[in-house]
């Protein structure tokens, strides 16, 4: 079973509107960490925001936030006023146990986002 | 720029071969973690290093080995290289004080293709 969905492969949006990326996941682990990146045209791996299984308040970084829905298993990556820089990959990924032990990450299939002018 | 360094670049190399990608983590961050991503299997997580010591492995094939040394470089080895091989290899490093969530910092990668 996939632990990390990813089930937008591309989305199209008008520079300045705001959007949303979709992300499940699936763990029986209390604890847990989820990360979303950005991948450039250029490939490179870039970190926008985390947040973790104990959090209550959803994580916020500038432009971005994320939806964090306990329940539903969701993490959704919100983009408010997008801009051309934001055309990329985006790729949701998830830790699994604690920090200290097995850090690895599983990576969703990514979402391509190609913002409009 | 992360502060994680990968060499070399690109690599271009045919069936059979060797080759040895290398990857300076950030100053002070004592994991590194390597990572292949290809069309077909997306990014997979290959093996993790803490301080020298092998940490956690993924689905890392027999023909790959990696090590990490005591000025905390480390190098990914593969031999017998496959047409299959050919993907963007990212290393990444974190630190692991208490306290923080372990954010992975990614190098550049190194594109291998394999002829």
């Known amino acids: 079973a996939q632990k990390i969905t990813q089930t937008q492969p591309g989305m199209f949006v008008q520079e300045k509107e705001a959007v949303t990326l979709d992300c499940t996941y699936d763990?029986?682990?209390?604890?847990?960490?989820l990360f979303w990146y950005k991948q450039p045209s250029s490939g490179e791996m870039i970190f926008l925001i985390y947040?973790?299984?104990?959090?209550?308040q959803n994580a916020t970084e500038g432009r971005y936030s994320l939806n964090f829905q306990k329940a539903r298993k969701s993490a959704n990556l919100v983009i408010s006023a997008s801009q051309l820089g934001d055309s990329a990959m985006y790729f949701c990924?998830?830790?699994?146990?604690?920090?200290?032990?097995?850090?690895?990450?599983?990576f969703g299939t990514g979402t391509r986002l190609t913002i409009i002018p | 720029d992360s502060g994680v360094t990968q060499t070399p670049k690109h690599l271009i190399t045919a069936t059979g071969q060797r080759v040895t990608l290398r990857c300076s983590p950030r100053s002070g961050d004592l994991s590194v973690y390597w990572y292949q991503q290809s069309l077909d299997q997306g990014l997979q997580f290959l093996i993790q290093?803490?301080?020298?010591?092998?940490?956690a492995k993924g689905n890392i094939l027999e023909r790959f080995s990696a090590q990490q040394f005591p000025d905390l470089h480390s190098e990914l080895n593969l031999s017998s290289l496959e047409l299959g091989d050919s993907a963007l290899y990212f290393c990444a490093s974190s630190s692991r004080f208490e306290g923080t969530y372990n954010e992975q910092f990614f190098g550049p990668g190194t594109r291998l293709t394999v002829l």
């Open positions: 947040q973790g299984s104990y959090d209550e």
């Open positions: 290093y803490y301080n020298g010591e092998e940490r």
């Open positions: 763990t029986s682990d209390q604890s847990y960490g």
């Open positions: 990924a998830m830790r699994e146990g604690s920090n200290f032990g097995n850090e690895k990450l599983t």
